[in-house]
């Protein structure tokens, strides 16, 4: 038997640490997140993606009470950014969680099905897609999205690249 080892490099920063344009993205996350439309979880998430362009799109998670009818924040955003601005390249994007008053202390990593379509962003403009997930005690950074997708599902996968 052979094994497969994966690993992830993630940097770990607080706030204070992150230069301009990265405050300025996870500050936009949470201005989203305060108006996200959560009314059965009560769990406020908002998202920011820069573009190559330097635009700043943001998007929240939209609940409905024909579960799962809603939208995650990150594909919010995403989708917006490429109805906008469809041949601007994502080149970061923040997530940011507003739960029972306050932001999450720890950083929100995005669900699955995010992570997919933050993939394909990535695939599509062939340029890495950095991750910013806020959390009071700490700012997670991850260099490009398949470092939270291993084993991912894309083109290749499906023999068409």
């Known amino acids: 038997m ?3 080892n994966i690993s992830t490099k993630i940097g770990v920063y607080t706030y204070k640490e992150l230069d301009q344009s990265e405050k300025k993205l996870i500050d936009a996350a949470k201005a989203a997140a305060l108006h996200a439309y959560a009314p059965y979880s ?7 993606v820069l573009l190559a362009n330097e635009a700043i799109v943001s998007g929240n998670n939209q609940e409905n009470a ?3 009818s809603g939208l995650c924040a990150e594909r919010t955003a995403l989708f917006y950014a490429n109805a ?10 923040a997530v940011a969680a507003y739960t029972d008053g306050d932001f999450t202390e720890e950083p929100v990593p995005p669900c699955g099905a995010c992570r997919q379509v933050i993939l394909e962003a990535q695939n599509r403009y062939k340029q890495p897609v950095c991750i910013l997930l806020y959390g009071k005690k700490s700012v997670y950074r991850i260099e490009k999205i398949s470092d939270l997708l291993p084993l991912s599902f894309d083109a290749a996968s499906m023999g068409s690249e």
């Open 2 to 4: 052979k094994s497969l």
């Open 42 to 48: 009560r769990f406020h998430v908002g998202s920011a």
């Open 66 to 68: 024909a579960y799962p």
């Open 84 to 93: 906008r601005y469809p041949e601007e390249a994502v080149v970061a994007l």
